[in-house]
């Protein structure tokens, strides 16, 4: 069998060579290729030079072909075309037997399968189902059926080998068709659902914080998430994090409202919050001034002039357009106020990974994977949280689902999602006793805006 594969290689390899022969008769350039011959039987001749750099770079390329197939044959021969526990997937496969009878006849199951509505199903494949379609001499695997074993790995965190199982698929294939539509997911969604934000988006979104969470001047909430992985190869402590597990860091900025505005994924779970914000992309246009934050302005019933900033825990440095606690116990009013009403509004990026990872459970789990394909089911999570949420919100994130805060920022009653995963952990304020070398612009403004929300109270 592996004789007869690499004999038919070579065989194809040297008809292909024989196609793009060239010979020279009076001054003109022949070509003896299958397609060179008019309909009246006349052969025609190249006289472009490109022309001729083509077939011989192609003559070139086809001779190294035979070559490595020479010095390279294959190791194992394959045991099965298809391989017989795989042989019913049209009969018993999972998506051929139950996928419409769940969009049909039991939308409920299908939401509980996908984390959306069969609408919403058909608007993400209507935008990625282009992307996802394959052409093979098998009968090929159709996006629909790509798309919805994608959305329930990820739904449902189980291992590549029970969807395997389940769907009737080579392990192999299901890993790549996972890494592939995951890939896709990112590069066709970002776009729309995770564009890069501009001044009157940000002005959008400090009005959002201050009607939701009295905080104003508040463009977003940050905070970093460890998504735990194998150890990688060869790579000693770098993926190592304090929790004791190997990580990788996921840095997101989320609105008012939960959705993410902007990400980093893929940073060392052992560097910290305020390494990852220093080398990220996002963090250092932040703290370059390079973000397109609206110019400072006046706070509301109020003569101050503020920035416009993101705020953060303890972990991350106080600037002028990042606002973190005031560190220490036993504070001022003044001071313990205005930490109440900054946690009210930093709890939404708690909130946001909370959701996250109650609904794309393959986050729970320890990743099977390399760093870079970990990477790539991370994007794929995120993107679709906004996606969804965007337009399915009602089944995503239904009411009793996030915490319910009082006015010091306190849970009142704890979201739904916190039964289903493990809370993000957080530096509390009073950990730290001294905060770090902050610029005087900076702690001028965060004192301006502690009396500011003294005098205001809700």
Known sequence: MLRCVVALRCVRCVIFVIV????????????????????????????????????LSIANELRKAINYTREHPRRTPRRWWIRPANEDRDGKGFFETDYHLLRNRDPEYFLKSVRMSPQCFDLLLEKVGGRLQKFSFRKPISPECRLFMTLMYLAHGSSVYVTSRLFRMGVSTVRMIVQEVCDVLWRTLVTEYMPEVSENDWKKYSQEFNDVWNFPNCCGSIDGKHVAIQCPPNSGSLFYNYKQFHSINLMGVCDASYNFIAVDIGGYGGNSDGGILAS????????????????????????????????????????????????????????????????RARRTIENAFGILVA????????????????????????????????????????????????????????????????????????????????????????????????????
Not at 21 to 29: A, D, H, L, Q, T
Not at 296 to 304: A, D, F, G, V
Not at 433 to 456: F, T
């Open 20 to 55: 793009v022969k060239c010979f020279v008769y009076e001054g003109s350039i022949w070509t003896c290729w299958d397609g060179v011959f008019t309909s009246d039987g006349k052969m025609e001749y190249v006289q472009s030079l490109s022309e001729i750099v083509l077939l």
């Open 280 to 343: 990220s992309e996002f963090g250092r246009r932040l703290l370059n001034n390079q973000l397109n934050l609206p110019a400072p302005c006046q706070l509301p019933n109020s003569s101050e002039i503020l920035p416009h900033f993101i705020v953060g825990d303890a972990a991350y440095p106080l600037k002028n357009n990042l606002f973190r606690p005031y560190p220490g116990s036993n504070l001022p009013a003044q001071q313990e106020t205005f930490n109440n009403r900054l946690s």
């Open 359 to 458: 609904r794309w459970r393959i986050l729970k789990n320890t990743l099977i994977m390399f760093p870079s394909s970990a990477e790539t089911i991370v994007k794929a999570c995120v993107i679709l949280h906004n996606f969804v949420k965007r337009h399915s919100s009602t089944e995503y994130c239904p009411a009793g689902f996030v915490d319910r805060l009082d006015n010091a920022g306190n849970i009142v009653e704890p979201g739904e999602w916190r039964t289903l995963v493990e809370p993000l952990s957080s530096i509390p304020a009073s950990s730290i006793q001294k905060g770090n070398n902050a610029g005087r612009s900076a702690i001028q403004n965060r004192d301006v805006l502690a009396k500011y929300v003294m005098e205001h109270p809700i």
